[in-house]
């Protein structure tokens, strides 16, 4: 008997349902994995840079529904505009505003952009955050999405691309990439279940969130992905129940009652 479980049919079919499930649980780790080994192999390694947390946070605040060239040349404006991150915190939010305007959504990016780094000098004295690396993980995560603007995503590059702290962070491409390999739903936060099955490996953790979104932009579009140009076809689930990479309306299988 295990666990009051006595060894009926009733029982062997219970306990076969457990070993499948742990099966599964064990491969979407194996899984994720070997989705970073392939990316890895297609586009090679991702070139890493180790950002200033406020810059980074500034950067990363522009980038929101932007092309990285246009989050670049808002920043450049906004360095070339004001000189320092100091000077725009006290700059007006007109002026900030025009200025980042080739990033797009410029008033709602302005007042983030001030407000979070207002937030900072009120809560530290100094435009600094090398303090979180003496918080814990979770500690440092509260403490950035409490900024204005900041959320999940944000906080996560900051902690990962500034920091090396173990956090992977989720934007549309890599949502969109692992829900149609069936890891994670194409609803709610993707943070948690992706930072479930990932080790505690920043280096992996950063190598997959960029070259993830790189397959996601140059490959794995919305609509009509080239599939047959993927080095995930494999093993994607999306491609395996829906059977064309043709059609227009993309789906994840999860949130179609697939896998998991």
């Not at 435009?127 to 950035?144: G, H, I, P, Y």
């Not at 490959?219 to 080095?231: I, R």
Request: glycine fraction near 6%; aromatic fraction near 4%; hydrophobic fraction near 40%.
């Amino acid at each position: 008997m295990i666990h009051g479980i006595g060894r009926s049919d009733n029982a062997l079919v219970v306990l076969q349902a457990i070993a499948i499930y742990a099966r599964f649980a064990m491969n979407d780790t194996s899984k994720i994995m070997w989705i970073a080994d392939r990316l890895v192999e297609q586009f090679g390694e991702a070139a890493m840079e180790i950002l200033d947390p406020i810059e980074n946070l500034v950067l990363t605040i522009l980038s929101q529904n932007t092309t990285d060239v246009n989050r670049d040349r808002a920043f450049a404006s906004l360095m070339k505009a004001f000189g320092s991150i100091d000077r725009v915190r006290l700059a007006p939010l007109d002026k900030i505003a025009e200025v980042i305007q080739v990033g797009g959504l410029q008033q709602q990016k302005s007042r983030s952009i001030r407000g979070a780094l207002e937030m900072i000098m009120q809560e530290r004295g100094c435009l600094d955050l090398t303090f979180l690396n003496d918080l814990s993980l979770s500690s440092a995560r509260t403490w950035l999405t409490a900024l204005p603007g900041v959320g999940p995503k944000t906080a996560g590059i900051v902690l990962l691309f500034s920091f090396n702290r173990p956090f992977f962070p989720a934007d549309t491409h890599i949502r969109r990439v692992m829900s149609r390999m069936g890891l994670i739903s194409e609803r709610g936060d993707p943070h948690p279940p992706l930072n479930k099955l990932l080790p505690a490996d920043p280096a992996l953790m950063q190598q997959l969130h960029l070259l993830t979104i790189r397959l996601g932009r140059e490959l794995c579009h919305p609509k009509k992905p080239a599939c047959g140009e993927c080095s995930l076809s494999s093993k994607c689930l999306w491609l395996q129940t829906d059977g064309s990479a043709s059609k227009d309306a993309v789906t994840s299988p999860i949130s179609k009652g697939g896998s998991r």
